[in-house]
């Protein structure tokens, strides 16, 4: 399994990023899949999930990005997304890829990319 985010970078206050998370070596289209982050000195946080999708794809976010972050997915490209708006110097962390196994619970984690939210 190989998980490979990329899209990081610095973004100023009340502007944009969006990450990738390219998918290797399992079937893709049928995990469930999410983001995680941790910001510098804090835990692990949950950002946000995806369904398998298919026909219609259900997705969950934490209070602390939702109105401001989509996830999203290609299955035929193996390929998970996270579009960042609005962004606050909150959002600083280094962000993580996740394949889920149960329960919102991770097994396979990519190496991670940095946001920076910064002025």
């Known amino acids: 399994v190989q998980l490979v985010e990329s899209g990081g970078g610095l973004a100023q206050p009340g502007g944009s990023l969006r990450l990738s998370c390219a998918a290797s070596g399992f079937t893709f289209s049928n995990y469930y899949m999410s983001w995680a982050r941790q910001a510098p000195g804090k835990g692990l946080e949950w950002v946000s999930g995806?369904?398998?999708?298919?026909?219609?794809?259900?997705?969950y976010y934490a209070d602390s990005v939702k109105g401001r972050f989509t996830i999203s997915r290609d299955n035929a490209k193996n390929t998970l997304y996270l579009q960042m708006n609005n962004m606050k110097p909150e959002d600083t962390a280094l962000y993580y890829c996740t394949k889920v196994a149960s329960g919102w619970a991770s097994d396979e984690w990519g190496q991670g990319t940095l946001v920076t939210v910064s002025s």
């Open positions: 995806i369904n398998s999708g298919g026909a219609t794809a259900t997705t």
